[in-house]
């Protein structure tokens, strides 16, 4: 079946800006998984999603970092008045049981996110 | 806090040369060990997983890794490259207390070049 999908692809974006990034996980995964790459570091967590529920939302860097999950699909993660530091490629994973430690995740493209 | 090192974050090889890259990890008890890999211009997958057991894990495409729990390693090896190895990798643990479920700790990753 389909992978995980993010849009868009790329973003280039001004300061100051909102953006929304998108993750279409593979059908039928409960868990959703949010991770941030900054340019020559490894993944940082962001956000969990347990079907429509984000038990852990820990790792959002800061208040301008938003997230939600619909229909147990389709996730949003948004950034308010971005800041050049947000620039990276957001990740997007998903996995078929939630509250499962030993289930694999599987990774979509990314979002490159781009700040001017 | 759970923390996943990669020593190595440049390494060139020739082909046929054998590989081995460190990974180690901050936080003892029970783990769960992950080398995922991402090829250029593709998603990142995963490449093998420990979770119990027997200690040296086989994976795709000729990859193994051994968990050495006295030292907090899972370090990823090949006994013989190939030019399709080039990609880079990366370590991730989860853990009990990183939330009860798999949130993954990432490493900085390594990246492999590998000459003809």
């Known amino acids: 079946g389909a992978g995980v999908s993010q849009s868009p692809s790329n973003k280039v974006t001004e300061k100051g800006k909102d953006v929304e990034l998108r993750c279409d996980p593979i059908s039928g995964h409960t868990a959703l998984y949010w991770y941030r790459q900054r340019l020559g570091q490894g993944l940082e967590f962001l956000i969990y999603?347990?079907?429509?529920?984000?038990?852990?939302k820990s790792g959002l860097p800061s208040d301008r970092f938003s997230a939600e999950r619909t229909g147990e699909s389709v996730s949003t993660l948004t950034i308010q008045r971005t800041q050049q530091e947000d620039s990276a490629v957001y990740l997007c994973?998903?996995?078929?049981?939630?509250?499962?430690?030993?289930?694999?995740?599987?990774f979509g493209p990314g979002t490159r996110l781009l700040v001017l | 806090a759970q923390s996943v090192s990669q020593h190595n974050h440049h390494v060139i090889l020739s082909e046929a040369a054998s590989l081995e890259l460190g990974c180690n990890y901050s936080y003892g008890g029970t783990v769960n060990l992950f080398w995922y890999v991402q090829y250029p211009g593709q998603h990142l997958q995963l490449l093998l997983k420990?979770?119990?057991?027997?200690?040296l894990v086989k994976g795709i495409k000729g990859f193994e890794a051994e968990f050495i729990k006295s030292k907090f390693s899972f370090n990823l090896r090949k006994p013989s490259v190939q030019w399709s190895d080039t990609a880079e990798y990366f370590c991730a643990v989860s853990d009990y207390f990183s939330g009860g479920y798999n949130k993954l700790i990432f490493g900085a990753g390594t990246r492999l070049a590998v000459h003809p």
């Open positions: 420990y979770f119990s057991g027997d200690p």
């Open positions: 999603f347990q079907g429509n529920s984000a038990p852990d």
């Open positions: 994973a998903s996995s078929f049981l939630a509250g499962e430690l030993r289930e694999t995740q599987y």
